[in-house]
């Protein structure tokens, strides 16, 4: 693992102000077990996994709900994440708070925050913005598709060893890989 | 025994505020791996950093081993956890588009968390566009749900489609880890030439 990236990167894009030295990340298998263990954790309280992409959908309900409350009980998605009126108290939004809360202060005790744009050399800032919502987008179509994303399928299934959590994960690193080619400017 | 939900009564206060909790445990996680970082996340498709694949593979048997023993010991039973219906064509269809835009967008939705916590405007942007592709499905593709109903296989867990019981299995993936591990070390040096140079 000497080869790999223990640090924040430098010369990687543009950033607010100078920062100094960011402290290295954990090893990743430390982490790893870490992570596992919350992912554990979670089972045993609640008996089902993590999950990430439900916060959205809770989100986006509550927004759409704005404009019309009928709109959103007649919707098969929305209506899902409706919560009797109250798609905002979602359990997967008070994760997501608390996944924030846990980063900034991983991230502030590292000194690692501070405002960026994450991208390679060879595009400029609002290419990579740009490429980031279109990914954004397509990782929530393509999570609701599947019925999960990296939390809610690949961790919280794989370990429970569901059959379509392994083949969402094949199928994730597999149009990633076959993408990288073309994106590489974006990072490297 | 467990899961204590199933056996305790827990007030909306009590249970949002056990999310927020074991929300910051996930956050601090992924942030203390570097998945904050857009070009440390989406190293691991250039291979010169796999971190991606080793954190992930380590905590999916970290609980995998977890969940077995309390099985094993009788705390828990695996039929009783919450297993999301296997249909195949959705998932590998939503998988597809899903690792699209991982590579495109650099982060995955918790991980654009982390970012967002650690300032990175694209990771904000990104989740922008997470809130506009769950809005468009939910407006534009409803007929998406009915489709993935019908596509359904209900529960298929690896032992029970295999009829091989899940302590092979946990083997398995513990050996396998192991063998892993030092694959993805030779594939991080043979493709060292890639990373970013330090200045």
Redesign the interface.
């Known amino acids: 693992?000497s080869?790999?990236?223990t640090?924040?990167?430098?010369?990687?894009g543009s950033r607010g102000g100078t920062r100094t030295a960011a402290r290295p990340?954990?090893n990743?298998?430390v982490?790893?077990?870490?992570?596992?263990?919350?992912?554990?954790?979670?089972?045993?309280?609640?008996?089902?996994?993590?999950g990430?992409?439900g916060?959205?959908?809770s989100?986006?309900?509550w927004?759409?709900g704005l404009f019309s409350t009928d709109h959103v009980t007649a919707?098969?998605?929305?209506s899902r994440y409706w919560n009797d009126g109250a798609p905002l108290?979602s359990?997967?939004i008070?994760?997501?708070?608390?996944?924030?809360?846990?980063?900034?202060?991983?991230?502030s005790q590292?000194g690692?925050?501070?405002?960026?744009?994450?991208?390679?050399?060879r595009i400029t800032d609002n290419q990579?913005?740009l490429?980031?919502?279109?990914?954004?987008?397509?990782?929530?179509?393509?999570?609701?598709?599947?019925?999960?994303?990296?939390?809610?399928?690949?961790?919280?299934?794989?370990?429970?060893?569901?059959?379509?959590?392994?083949?969402?994960?094949?199928?994730?690193?597999?149009?990633?890989?076959a993408?990288?080619y073309f994106?590489?400017k974006?990072?490297? | 025994m467990l899961p204590f939900a199933y056996h305790m009564e827990f007030s909306v206060v009590a249970d949002l505020a056990i999310a927020v909790l074991l929300g910051f445990g996930f956050g601090f996680c992924l942030e203390r791996a570097g998945f904050g970082s857009a070009r440390k996340l989406t190293a691991v498709f250039y291979f010169f950093d796999m971190s991606v694949v080793k954190v992930m593979f380590t905590a999916i048997v970290t609980a995998m081993v977890g969940l077995f023993l309390l099985s094993a010991a009788g705390m828990l039973a695996i039929s009783d956890l919450y297993i999301e219906p296997t249909s195949y064509a959705a998932q590998i269809l939503g998988g597809l588009v899903f690792g699209a835009g991982f590579i495109i967008g650099g982060y995955c939705p918790g991980t654009s968390v982390a970012a967002m916590a650690t300032g990175k405007k694209d990771g904000m942007v990104f989740a922008l566009g997470m809130l506009a592709g769950v809005m468009a499905y939910a407006e534009l593709t409803p007929g998406f749900e009915a489709w993935i109903k019908a596509t359904s296989s209900g529960e298929v867990t690896l032992p029970a489609l295999t009829g091989i019981g899940m302590g092979w299995w946990v083997v398995a993936f513990v050996a396998f880890l192991l063998l892993a591990a030092r694959g993805m070390d030779w594939l991080q040096r043979k493709f060292s030439h890639l990373r970013p140079r330090m200045t």
């Not at chain 1, 690692?112 to 050399?121: C, D, F, H, Q, W």
């Open positions: 693992m080869e790999a990236l640090q924040a990167l430098p010369g990687s990340y954990w990743p298998y982490v790893g077990f870490l992570l596992g263990l919350v992912l554990l954790a979670t089972y045993v309280i609640t008996g089902r996994g993590l990430a992409t916060a959205f959908s989100i986006a309900a927004l759409s919707n098969a998605v929305h108290l359990w997967t008070f994760l997501l708070i608390g996944a924030f809360i846990g980063a900034l202060v991983s991230g590292a690692r925050v501070g405002l960026t744009i994450e991208r390679g050399p990579r913005l490429l980031a919502f279109g990914g954004g987008f397509l990782a929530a179509f393509g999570a609701k598709i599947a019925k999960g994303c990296t939390s809610g399928q690949a961790l919280t299934g794989g370990s429970i060893l569901n059959v379509g959590s392994l083949v969402f994960m094949v199928s994730v690193f597999l149009a990633a890989y993408l990288a994106v590489r974006e990072w490297i």
